[in-house]
């Protein structure tokens, strides 16, 4: 009996359209199917960075697969600008990590050199600037500002339009996308391939990804595979709208191509509680104005939370299951700076049905049964 579809990704978060969006390209039947507006979705919340600077700490495949990343993001808002028409928004200037004490500053020193001193790490180019010299980029920074950290790999995008345009690319090449359809239940089919239950129905499938962001944890076991993920709570707000004056993006604050600054770079443990709440929100703006004084001068026009999804030690996962092969776990923390990767590069491997050892190796879970000891 023919299958519905070769492969079928769950989740139509930032992961799963870039995924099928990558296998639709390569002429795969493909679909996704996401639960709807009520789950919890990081991809409609987060703050946009195509960020380098700050990844790998612990895993230098992590950072070489970023930079990968960074760099096929051109090409991938290209073929999204000719495809669908629509515009991605992507700046990669570099980007900035603003001090604001000396002892910030020797952290994010001491942060970076151990980043780059790691075996197997492939050096990039950063610097200290000094507030001279930073303000010939920023004029505007406050007088606490003491200097920044700066690299040229780092960016942003309009996350919202890369996010339209992966869906819209998606559908255009004959992608499925099945909002409303949480999956229930999943299953291998004794001759190969998979069942997958949903309240509207069942689909077949040759191979399955899934691609649930928070709710791979609780799906991924129906496969024999295991996703530790657990939601982060990151708020965020956003500014009416500015004369351009911020040219590159601040890890906790940029400048949007529609002209709102756009201000947010909480962490909270809090479980699956998208609340927000007044105090962070005031440290953050607090801090963003001790950057750029004149923000003070802005209204905030919108502010909310999002959920990112949280691996233990914030690297991504990347999985075949070994008993039931053709089944694939992916999850990570910042799945809009690796959109082009999940698109371009992570996607002809599933297309092949095999994750390059060499690339994704680093990124199994078994990093987790290690223990803390070892
Ligand atoms: C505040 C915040 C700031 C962030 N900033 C950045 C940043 O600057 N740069 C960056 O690179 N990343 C950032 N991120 C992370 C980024 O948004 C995500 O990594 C990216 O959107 C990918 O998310 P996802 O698709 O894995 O998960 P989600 O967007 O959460 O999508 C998961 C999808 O799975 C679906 N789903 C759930 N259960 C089921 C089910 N049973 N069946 C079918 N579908 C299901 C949901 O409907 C949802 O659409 C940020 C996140 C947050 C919250």
């Known amino acids: 009996m ?28 493909c679909a996704i199917l996401d639960e709807g507006d009520t789950a919890f ?33 051109p090409g991938l808002a290209a073929a999204l ?8 928004g992507l700046s ?14 020797a952290r994010r020193v001491d942060f970076m050199t151990r980043l780059q001193a790691q075996p197997g790490f492939h050096p990039f180019l950063w610097e200290i600037w000094d507030r001279a010299r930073l303000r010939q980029v920023f004029p505007g920074i406050g007088p606490e500002v003491i200097g920044a950290c700066h690299t040229p790999l780092d960016g942003h995008v309009n996350a919202l339009r890369s996010f339209r345009a992966l869906h819209t690319a998606f559908a255009q090449r004959g992608g499925a996308y099945r909002p409303e359809h949480p999956v229930e239940r999943l299953a291998a089919l004794p001759g190969g391939g998979f069942r997958i239950a949903t309240p509207h129905g ?26 530790p993920v657990r939601p982060q709570r990151g708020q965020v707000m956003v500014t ?7 040219t590159h993006p601040v890890v906790n604050l940029r400048q949007t191509d529609e002209g709102g600054i ?23 703006a607090r801090r963003a104005t001790r950057m750029f004084p004149d923000l003070a001068r802005l209204n ?60 994704l190796g680093p990124f199994t879970a078994r990093r987790f049964d290690v223990p803390a000891t070892a």
């Not at 492969?7 to 390569?26: D, E, H, N, S």
């Not at 009416?240 to 911020?246: I, N, V, Y």
Request: hydrophobic share 50%; proline share 4%; with cysteine.
């Open 240 to 246: 009416e709208k500015a004369a351009p004056f911020l």
């Open 41 to 73: 979705r990081a991809s409609r919340g987060n703050f946009a960075l195509v960020w380098v600077q700050s990844k790998g700490l612990g895993l230098p495949a992590y950072s070489d697969w970023t930079r990968r990343s960074a760099a096929l993001w």
């Open 202 to 227: 069942a689909f077949s499938a040759g191979r399955v990804v899934l691609a649930a962001g928070n709710a791979n944890a609780r799906l991924a076991p129906m496969l024999g595979l295991r996703a």
């Open 81 to 88: 600008r000719e495809e669908t028409g629509v515009e991605c």
């Open 300 to 359: 905030i026009v919108r502010a909310w939370s999002a959920l990112r999804v949280m691996t233990p030690d914030g690297f991504p996962i990347y999985e075949e299951s070994e008993s039931v092969p053709g089944a694939f776990l992916c999850n990570c923390h910042s799945g809009v700076t690796l959109a082009a990767a999940h698109a371009l590069a992570l996607a002809p491997m599933l297309a092949e049905g095999r994750l390059e050892a060499a690339t």
């Open 262 to 284: 756009m201000i947010g770079d909480s962490a909270e443990e809090v479980g699956f509680d998208t609340g927000q709440g007044l105090g962070v929100m005031a440290l953050m």
């Open 92 to 105: 990669q200037p570099g980007g900035f990590t603003l001090l604001l004490s000396e002892a910030e500053a």
């Open 2 to 29: 023919g299958r519905d579809f070769d492969t079928v990704v769950l989740g139509g978060g930032m992961m799963g359209a870039a995924i099928g969006y990558g296998l639709a390209r390569l002429g795969q039947r």
